[in-house]
Every structure is written in structure tokens, then in C-alpha cells.
């Protein structure tokens, strides 16, 4: 299986902050990369598709960037409502596999 | 708008099966493939395996030989069934709609609420 990996685990920034989120593949997964966004107690929510895809409905500070086995996600202008965990997970092999999650917490 | 529901006991013996059942709304099922992904308490999201509208799947290799999941177009609802559970088999459990924008690449894009589901005697 392919492992995803996320950095940093937990994070603490202040409102209006700029905030990025790491995920890196085991091996190549091309575009292949989603971002999930679970609030406490709630199901996730797909934020980012396909690495850079903002899907419909999602607030424009959110986006993601690159390709191959590094990612990046970034939150523009942090928000009180932002307080959640976020996910990747790769959809290039079977079985698709998430990250262990990153804690975004408010300073 | 579409919506996923999870149905089914939120406390099932060890050696026994767990039986899941979503129901969706505002959307045909025949449509979309769907998809069950479990979350065992404070850890990260593990996908259980894939139906499509014809009845054809796709189950993760760690649970393959206990999972079976099956579709129901006449009822819009697709099911899991889990057996022989164990107490590693406790979580909730999540029902989904998954997409792609190339075949098998999917994301999931429609979620149910969750159930838990705890494996004890």
C-alpha cells in the first residue's frame, strides 16, 4: 500500500494566518491527491481534488499544490470556522490511503 | 441536494457479522459508484471498498475476505456487510459518493453522517 505521510501533525496559528500542511506519497501518485477538511463529531469534506481542484462551494483561501509524491495544502487567511482536521489521500493505487491527519488548532 | 444515511446496530458481538445499509437521496444511485471508509476512534480514515451501480466491487486487500458489498437500485441503497469482527473492527463507519475525473481515481465528495459501530460482548 501506499503510505501518506503529513507534516506537522498539530498546528497552531492565529486568525489571518497563512497556514500550509504537507503530504508526502511512498511512491509517485502523478496528480492524484485529495484534501479533506473533518470538524469535530462530522464526516470530512472534500476541500481539493485531483492536487489543485478547488471543488465547488469551497471559500477560494483554500488550495493545494503539487505533483509526483509532494503536496502541498494552504490555508490564505486562516478562519475561526477553518478549527478541523484535514486529510489527503491518494486515489492513484488501489487501495486508496489517507494521511494520519493534521490537527489545526487556533493560537 | 444529495443525501447519505447509515442505518444499522451500533453494537455487534465478536465473531459476528456487522450489517450497515445507506440510503440516499436526491441523486439516482445508478449514476455514481459508492463507497463505505471506516475511522476507528482518534485514528485516520481507512477505505473499506467500492460498488458500482451494476453490482461490480472493489475491497481492500486487508479486509477482503470478510467484506461484501452490494447495491440496491430499486431502493437506492447500497450495503456492507463486515464478518467475523473483532474489537479492531470498532469505529464509525462512513458511507460516500465517489467521483473521478479518470476511471478508479476517485475522491469522495458526499458523505454520511457516520455510524458507530462498537464490537463487545
Redesign the interface.
Known sequence: DIQMTQSPSSLSASVGDRVTITCQASQDISK?L?W?QQKAG?????LI??AS?L?TGVPSRFSGSGSGTDFTFTISSLQPEDIATY?C?Q??V????????TKLEIK | QVQLQESGPGLVKPSETLSLTCTVSGVAISSYYWTWIRQPPGKRLEWIGYVSSSGGTNYNPSLNSRVTISIDTSKNQFSLKLSSVTAADSAVYYCARARATRPYHYFFDKWGQGSLVTVSS
Open positions: 492524484y485529495n479533506y462530522k464526516a470530512p469534506k472534500l481534488y485531483d481542484n471543488e486529510y489521500q486515489c492513484d488501489l487501495p486508496t490511503t489517507f494521511g494520519q491527519g
